[in-house]
């Protein structure tokens, strides 16, 4: 039987008429595990059937990166999917987009704008160390107070303020925003093992829900959209939205050149989806890498401690962690790269789909097929990585322990070449600052502390507990 990715195509998963390979895929592991296993049976390439469409599953980093760099134009597509639309009004943004004209002038004027901000003034870093202060002072009262303290809604904030200075320089609607965020995470973050299963063909009760989502983070767009148009001067630019202002006031004014706002893409709805982008990617990202860190650091108390020792011997107390010392506190930088190793933000990236007929090393592949880079399988490799589970700073370091090395090039954090993330130098700056100035203050546990606290009674310390129901008591638990 010929494989559903052609005679010369990769293994191919068994696959059934309008659910494709759904039943192979069941497994109480989510995608990128599964599809790490699956190698074992199918090699390290191999293609499956969602829905219709072929998907080839590339799990080893030479295959990875013939796709990513050597053919990255060729595979620099993406794909349209009834959610992916609803987020990205049918594509109009940078990460949902197809590569196009539009698409490259957009990826160029938010790089160019990001760059900027970096230069000169080091405004990015000012606006960074403004929320790092304040993190660190929500942290010192909750101490003060001998609570322990729920960090994720601090993290959220504190990462929130930063991008929305960038873009709009102004952190109003706040309280809108990280309501709308917990819940878009949900469903975004949920979209890609929906896209394998069958709410592709029944879009259900989540899509109706992800759209009112969507409707409420549309309005806080075109609101400071709208106050950016009225107070846009072609002299001033504060941030993001008005470096894509000018950009549409300057192809407006062009009439004579091939480049006018149309037909480039600047249009109000490209522009909004682009800001979109920015800040989804710009909150979800680096605040789960900020919580994945601090979660390890808990959880490894002697690797807290070696970056304090570090920190204390390079920075002092005297003052504040900035970004000129992180040539000197190669242990952060160190655990940072494990903790983007160990658990990557993005394990299956966005799908990438083929322009044109071409191939993955001795594979043939059809124009239109969709592409899965398992970043997962990368970055677990056993023979690229010394025990892969085993969360070790030390494997991004020298041997005297005094500078960095990438030590495999199954290394992928951010994706490579055409497609490779737009806010990698903004999440490592962040991620150094945040981290830094926090352990420079603070040591981070977690109870259970079996001291107490005393009033007029001694008090246990309570904590988040989670009841799970025990076997057999599944149904009848609140009986
Ligand atoms: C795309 C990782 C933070 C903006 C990506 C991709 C990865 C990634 C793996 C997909 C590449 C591909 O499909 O081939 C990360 C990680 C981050 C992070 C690990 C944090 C530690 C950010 C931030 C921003 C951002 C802070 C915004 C300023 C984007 C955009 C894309 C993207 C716009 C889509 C690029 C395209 O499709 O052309 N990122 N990212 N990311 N990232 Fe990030
Ligand atoms: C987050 C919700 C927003 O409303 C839309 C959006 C845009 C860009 C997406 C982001 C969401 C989720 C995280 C993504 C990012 C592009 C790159 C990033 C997928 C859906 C990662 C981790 O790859």
């Known amino acids: 039987r010929t494989p559903a990715s052609g005679p010369n195509g990769p293994p191919s998963l068994p696959a059934l008429p309008l659910i494709g390979s759904l039943l192979s895929l069941r497994s109480p592991h989510p995608p990128h595990v599964l599809f790490k296993e699956l190698q074992g049976k199918y090699g390290q390439t191999y293609s499956l059937m969602m829905g219709s469409h072929c998907v080839i599953i590339v799990n080893h980093h030479i295959h990875a990166k013939e796709v990513l760099l050597k053919k990255g134009k060729i595979f620099a597509g993406r794909s349209r999917s009834v959610t992916t639309d609803v987020l990205s009004r049918d594509g109009k943004d940078i990460a949902f987009g197809d590569y196009s004209a539009t698409w490259r002038f957009h990826r160029k004027i938010v790089h160019g704008a990001l760059c900027m901000f970096g230069e000169g003034s080091a405004s990015i870093e000012k606006i960074i160390c403004a929320e790092a202060t304040s993190l660190c002072s929500v942290l010192s009262e909750a ?39 917990s819940i878009v995470r949900f469903l975004a973050m949920a979209y890609l093992p929906k896209i394998i299963s069958l709410s592709q063909i029944f879009p259900n009760a989540d899509l109706r829900l992800l759209k009112q989502c969507v409707s409420v983070r549309d309005k806080l767009l075109q609101k400071q959209y709208d106050k950016h148009k009225a107070a846009y001067s072609d002299h001033v630019q504060r941030d993001l939205l008005d470096a894509l202002l000018r950009a549409k006031c300057s192809a407006e004014n062009n009439n004579t050149a091939e480049i006018n706002a149309e037909s480039v893409g600047l249009t109000d709805d490209h522009l909004l989806m682009t800001v979109g982008d920015i800040f989804g990617a710009g909150v979800e990202t680096t605040t789960t890498v900020m919580k994945w860190a601090i979660t390890y650091l808990i959880h490894y108390p002697q690797i807290q401690s070696r970056i304090q020792e570090e920190l204390d011997s390079r920075v002092g107390m005297d ?62 490799d056993e023979k690229e990585w010394e025990n892969p589970e085993l969360f070790d700073p030390g494997r991004f370091l020298n041997s005297e322990g005094t500078g960095l090395v990438i030590p495999s090039s199954s290394y992928l954090p951010f994706g490579a070449g055409v497609r490779v993330c737009l806010g990698e130098a903004l999440a490592k700056m962040e991620l150094f600052l945040f981290l830094s100035w926090i352990l420079q203050r603070f040591t981070l546990t977690v109870p259970p502390c079996l001291e107490g606290k005393f009033g007029v009674v001694l008090l246990p310390v309570l904590y988040n507990v989670n009841a799970t129901p025990r076997s057999g008591w599944e149904k009848n638990a609140h009986v």
């Open 143 to 181: 101490c003060a107070a001998g609570l322990a303290l729920d960090l994720s809604p601090e993290l959220t904030r504190a990462v929130t303020n930063v991008i929305c200075s960038l873009c709009f320089s102004s952190s109003e609607n706040l309280q809108t925003m990280l309501q709308f965020y």
């Open 319 to 380: 003052r504040s962690p900035k970004l000129s010392d992180r040539g000197s506190l190669p242990y952060l930088e160190a655990t940072i790269r494990e903790v983007l190793r160990i658990r990557p933000v993005a394990p299956l990236f966005i799908p990438h789909v083929a322009l044109s007929d071409t191939s993955i090393g001795d594979f043939t592949v059809k124009r239109g097929t969709r592409v899965i880079i398992n970043l997962w399988s990368l970055h677990h």
